[in-house]
């Protein structure tokens, strides 16, 4: 069986897709399997099956570059730049750089966008090539895929992690075989091929105990006894996240130990903030630790009392699966605003505070109010962790694996 694999744009595609990858593999470990992606995550997820080949050790290195079962590929792809409200004064005001990232951003997406399809449709061209189906984890780079799949009627599988569908999902939705749901969905006439699976998270992002939380702390190099925030925007960073966090660092700090995850893009931005950061013979002697991206977020994350991130589906996805008091800063920009309905949803169970990015932009100090009233009640912290945790899907991969597995062999 050839099962392809198509992800890219960002980590929240690639996570979960390398999630599915593990579990077909380890169901079918002869399975042929090919992961299409971007030049920006190419390297990544090399890196990534390479420790999957490692991890199993088989007598054929499943992931290595000489291995016939998973091979790396990339594709070309062009992003359609769209922010939610944004009109065409806003080139004079502040928002002049995001008005032309729309417009020459779009420019050079629209070739992007065919070579993919015609570098798509040549590697399918000839029938041995073809996979048997297709994973299509959400995003730009599948959409070129997922047309020339129709083309050629390869059968595909679509994954959606947010409560709104992205550009490319809705255009490749009417001939996907199945159409996976990583939030609740209401079920409506002409949508049997939907079914609501979760979102895949690595097996690593799981719920520790007490003891287990102070050692991650420790190891963090944090006081295992007091209050952690662990604060991210991703694996580029949130500019408006940052900014507030500098201003109100002085003050959480009173109350916890922080950790920053800056972003690879924002950190030269925030390195400053080193200055509170105190170290002796490699001991940490401060509250404070500033990263600009972490190999071991589930770590950090696990170390955590109290989380502040964006409201990015698989970002979500994972905090559920530990069980985490979260604040979530959606950004509302982003197509649909899918960042605010994915808050929405929360907010109504329960399972998460929520302090939007245009509130923290205009007032920083209500981010600074969100987390002392988290960090002093401990109670609240339970009650939102236990929400959310309600919300996981741990079997999402597995399922996934089986669906594939199951379309691929008819």
């Known amino acids: 069986m050839k099962i392809l694999v198509v992800g890219g744009g960002s980590g929240g595609h690639i996570t979960p897709a390398v999630a599915v990858v593990r579990e077909i593999l380890e169901k079918r470990p002869r399975t042929k399997v090919e992961f299409w992606t971007d030049k920006k995550y190419y390297k990544n997820v090399v890196k990534i099956t390479t420790e999957i080949g490692v991890r199993w050790g088989d007598e054929d290195k499943l992931g290595s570059k000489k291995s016939p079962y998973i091979k790396v590929r990339k594709v070309m792809a062009g992003k359609f730049h769209r922010y939610s409200g944004l009109k065409f004064k806003d080139y004079f005001d502040n928002h002049a750089k995001t008005f032309r990232d729309v417009v020459f951003g779009n420019f050079f997406g629209f070739f992007g966008f065919m070579g993919g399809l015609i570098q798509s449709f040549f590697r399918l061209l000839r029938k041995s090539n073809r996979p048997d189906v297709i994973f299509l984890k959400g995003g730009f780079v599948g959409l070129p895929i997922g047309i020339v799949a129709k083309w050629f009627k390869i059968p595909y599988v679509i994954h959606e992690s947010d409560a709104v569908a992205g550009l490319a999902n809705r255009v490749l939705m ?4 199945v159409v996976a749901q990583g939030s609740k969905f209401e079920e409506k006439p002409g949508r049997e091929n939907w079914v609501w699976v979760g979102i895949p998270v690595a097996a690593e992002f799981k719920k520790v105990s007490a003891t287990t939380q102070k050692q991650l702390k420790r190891s963090a190099g944090f006081d295992p006894e007091k209050p952690l925030v662990l604060v991210t925007g991703g694996s580029q960073g949130a500019e408006h996240i940052n900014t507030a966090m500098r201003e109100i660092l002085p003050e959480v700090l009173k109350v916890a130990s922080v950790g920053l995850v800056a972003g690879r893009k ?9 200055k509170y950061e105190e170290w002796d013979k490699a001991k940490l002697q401060s509250n404070f630790r500033l990263w600009n991206f972490s190999p071991v977020m589930h770590e950090l994350l696990g170390a955590a009392d109290v989380v502040v991130s964006r ?9 559920a699966a530990l069980s985490k008091a979260v604040i979530l800063v959606p950004f509302e920009k982003l197509p649909g605003d899918h960042q605010s309905r994915n808050a929405e949803r929360l907010g109504e169970i329960n399972a998460a505070e929520i302090v939007p990015d245009s509130k923290i932009v205009e007032e920083p100090k209500a981010l600074l109010t969100a987390i002392k009233k988290l960090v002093n ?4 912290r339970e009650e939102l962790a236990k929400n959310l945790h309600e919300e996981s899907k741990t079997d999402a991969a597995v399922r996934l694996a089986d669906i594939l597995i199951e379309i691929g062999a008819n």
């Open 174 to 177: 009417k001939k996907a075989r």
């Open 377 to 380: 009640d401990p109670k609240r």
């Open 311 to 319: 409201a990015g589906a698989t970002t979500i996805a994972e905090l």
């Open 266 to 274: 924002r950190y030269e931005e925030m390195v400053d903030l080193k």
